[in-house]
């Protein structure tokens, strides 16, 4: 299956499409065929991220001037047209595919769900125009909010589109303009559908650069008139990020991975809805999601029934290119991540651990080729190793038994991570008691990462997972400001 190399993309800035300084552009490839160039991308300089951080600046003042309810009638009209083109839509979905690696299905999903969160940002506009009022004596006061100013968002890899409907929306609903860099290494997809985006809105409200983050990244984060900076990705990257911005104080929004723990308790239901809600929570794209389920607890009286339902589960998956309908399990994204999933496999057979690889590979060849690994499990590891210290974001899954809640949950907090965790019970009070005690931002109860995910709920992490949230009520007031007015009692409210 082959295609031709016929896509390019282009940097947006004040509400025109253009080549990046001097024309430059770098290649993008298929990691399920790293020898096919899927397209270019625009390989943007420093000058170009200033001139995008100017034109946002320049619309920053009409843009917020504008009623909430103005700018909620916006972003449904965004909403709508991400799915008004079938053609276009599965257009997209088909490229971001070829150069992020995760299956037609999920790419799909990710293209026409987006509108979603756009919808949701601009259901707060009536919420978000009304002030607090403090009347009692001795003032009068009124607190309210005001946008920031320009935001400047930087958007991972793995889920890019779903990442960018936790913030972008956000950012516009609260009267914010927008620098949106996508990831160097799935760019192609994600800046045609900001391109859709920002052709809606006045001339520079949304701008978006494309480039390579050593080049670029510290422009964007530094620069004097960005006043937020929402970051996902690394832990290593998102300090640098903080670092930057501190220059010039601009405060940050750092949603940096996790640990997930999932906890299973003696009474959990243990059927086929069960352990597939598990798979998908742990090897949904290929592993790659922040979110994910990455070290799983188990009561020891269900250890073995649950190590052979997840097992049974992985032996089924499919792995290969994304494109082909028999599919399940695409590769990962770039040859880095594919050494640092395998050399963690590799440390914990080297361990003694018991380690099994699943699923069907129809085709040895690419296989071989590409960026693929198989879903792994590893059966009770020393906790010790880096497949349970460190954040895999891939698709292997470490099992480890547990005598007592009190045991599980101190095992779930051994960590340095605090983004997601999940309990998995009949009883309604255990799970609650469990939950409260996990130390994550956003806990599961019988399920696990997007497929549980309610976006109407605030995200983000605690510990090293980051600082901030996105998503919810609480993801757009990240984009604002706090103010309050005070006047001598009686006075404002007309006493």
Request: charged share 25%; aromatic share 8%.
């Amino acid at each position: 299956m082959r295609y031709e190399t016929d896509v390019e993309t282009r940097i947006f800035i004040d509400g025109v499409a253009r080549s990046a300084q001097d024309d430059r552009t770098y290649a993008v490839h298929n990691p399920a065929r790293p020898d096919e160039c899927v397209g270019h991308a625009a390989r943007g300089s420093v000058s170009d991220v200033d001139a995008a951080v100017r034109a946002a600046h320049r619309a920053f003042p009409s843009w917020a001037e504008r009623s909430y309810s103005e700018r909620a009638e916006l972003l449904g009209k965004i909403a709508e047209l991400l799915v008004a083109d079938e053609e276009d839509v599965s257009f997209r979905s088909n490229l971001f595919c070829r150069e992020h690696g995760k299956i037609l299905k999920e790419t799909r999903l990710e293209m026409t769900r987006l509108g979603d969160r756009f919808l949701l940002a601009a259901s707060y506009a009536d919420r978000l125009q009304k002030d607090e009022t403090l009347p009692e004596p001795p003032f009068d006061t009124i607190i309210t909010r005001q946008p920031r100013g320009v935001a400047a968002l930087i958007v991972p890899w793995n889920w890019p589109l779903s990442i960018l409907g936790a913030k972008l929306p956000q950012a516009l609903i609260a009267g914010n303009t927008v620098v949106v860099k996508p990831s160097q290494n799935s760019a192609l997809a994600p800046t045609l559908t900001l391109h859709k985006m920002a052709e809606l809105l006045p001339p520079g409200v949304l701008n978006v650069v494309t480039g390579n983050s050593s080049e670029i990244g510290d422009a964007l984060v530094g620069h004097e008139l960005v006043r937020r900076v929402n970051f996902t990705g690394s832990i290593a990257v998102g300090k640098h990020v903080m670092r930057t911005a501190a220059e010039h104080l601009t405060p940050v929004t750092l949603e940096l991975g996790g640990n997930d723990a999932g906890i299973v308790l003696s009474d959990a239901t243990l059927d086929a809805a069960a352990f597939m809600r598990m798979y998908l929570g742990a090897f949904m794209s290929t592993g790659q999601i922040c979110m994910a389920l990455k070290r799983l607890y188990v009561h020891r009286s269900r250890y073995d029934e649950l190590v052979d339902g997840l097992s049974a589960v992985c032996a089924r998956q499919v792995v290969g290119d994304g494109l082909l309908p028999d599919t399940t399990m695409g590769p990962l994204n770039n040859r880095k991540q594919l050494g640092i999933v395998q050399s963690m496999i590799a440390e914990a057979r080297g361990s003694g651990a018991d380690v099994k690889e699943f699923g069907k590979v129809p085709d040895m060849e690419l296989y071989a080729n590409g960026y693929f690994q198989k879903p792994t499990l590893v059966f009770g590891p020393e906790p010790s190793l880096s497949v349970v210290r460190d954040e895999q974001f891939g698709p292997v899954l470490p099992i480890i038994p547990f005598d007592d809640e009190a045991e599980a949950v101190r095992l779930a907090n051994d960590s340095d991570f605090g983004l997601c965790s999940s309990v998995w019970t009949e009883d309604r009070e255990r799970a609650l008691t469990i939950a409260r005690r996990l130390e994550a931002g956003y806990t599961y109860i019988n399920g696990h990462g997007p497929t549980a995910q309610d976006s109407r709920g605030p995200f983000g992490g605690f510990k090293q997972s980051g600082i901030g949230r996105n998503l919810g009520y609480e993801g757009v007031l990240e984009f604002q400001g706090y103010h309050s007015i005070s006047a001598p009692a009686g006075w404002l409210n007309g006493g």
